[in-house]
């Protein structure tokens, strides 16, 4: 069965590094996303993304967060400059072309540890 | 601001028990709804969706119900074995936006002793 796939499983960094975390949706998804998860904490909704651009954004999804899809398969999340609040689990989803009523699809999520 | 709710937060229950879990959400103008399981330190896997329009949506020994009105969900769980031991999230789509964005509650830590 297609899956989503997230790399890397497990990420530390230095508070102020870059990082991209990346995510292959299931091949014929056109709608995608990222959530997080800070331990002990909900799942946030962060970003959708179709057509080649931001489709919403929540109030956590600033200017240190950027998104992209750089080929057919790939979509990546940046965040810029971390800080040690984004260290959480992060989610990327993908849904199918259809109807609103479609189900996301979750990968297995990257650890992010920010130091 | 939609939000949801999962009471409680723990439940623990002998094997072959039949359970409901439960979810509510404040604002009614809802897409769908779907359940989550969560196994711990892994990805959330898709268990139901109901449309905003359905009542029901059943998978093995799962059934998920939906109640818009009174902002009410319930996931019950036939005869529970103890490899359904994880943590159940029920998550809402709003029926405004040019996209899916599911808003999560925080989920019920189910623990089935043998």
């Known amino acids: 069965e297609p899956e989503v796939t997230q790399t890397p499983s497990h990420q530390v960094t230095q508070m102020g590094q870059e990082v991209i975390l990346r995510c292959v949706p299931i091949?014929?998804?056109?709608?995608f996303y990222w959530y997080r998860q800070i331990l002990g904490q909900k799942v946030e909704f962060l970003v959708s993304?179709?057509?080649?651009?931001?489709?919403?954004k929540s109030e956590i999804f600033d200017d240190q967060f950027s998104v992209e899809r750089p080929d057919g398969s790939n979509f990546t999340l940046k965040i810029r400059s971390t800080k040690l609040e984004d260290s959480a689990m992060y989610f990327c989803?993908?849904?199918?072309?259809?109807?609103?009523?479609?189900?996301?699809?979750f990968g297995p999520g990257t650890r992010l540890t920010v130091l | 601001k939609q939000e949801v709710t999962q009471i409680p937060a723990a439940l623990s229950v002998p094997e072959g028990e039949n359970l409901v879990l439960n979810c509510s959400f404040t604002?009614?103008?809802?897409?769908?709804l779907q359940w989550f399981r969560q196994d711990p330190g892994k990805g959330l896997t898709s268990l139901l969706l109901?449309?905003?329009?359905?009542r029901e949506q059943t998978s093995g020994r799962l059934n998920a119900s939906l109640d818009k009105s009174s902002g009410r969900s319930t996931l019950y769980i036939a005869a529970s074995q103890p490899g359904d031991s994880a943590t159940y999230l029920c998550?809402?789509?709003?029926?405004?936006?040019?996209?899916?964005?599911?808003?999560f509650g925080k989920g019920i830590t189910l623990s089935v002793r043998p």
């Open positions: 989803a993908s849904r199918l072309a259809g109807g609103r009523g479609d189900t996301q699809y």
């Open positions: 998550a809402v789509d709003p029926l405004t936006g040019a996209n899916s964005k599911l808003t």
């Open positions: 604002d009614s103008a809802i897409y769908n």
């Open positions: 091949s014929n998804h056109l709608y």
């Open positions: 993304f179709y057509n080649n651009e931001i489709s919403e």
């Open positions: 109901i449309q905003s329009s359905q």
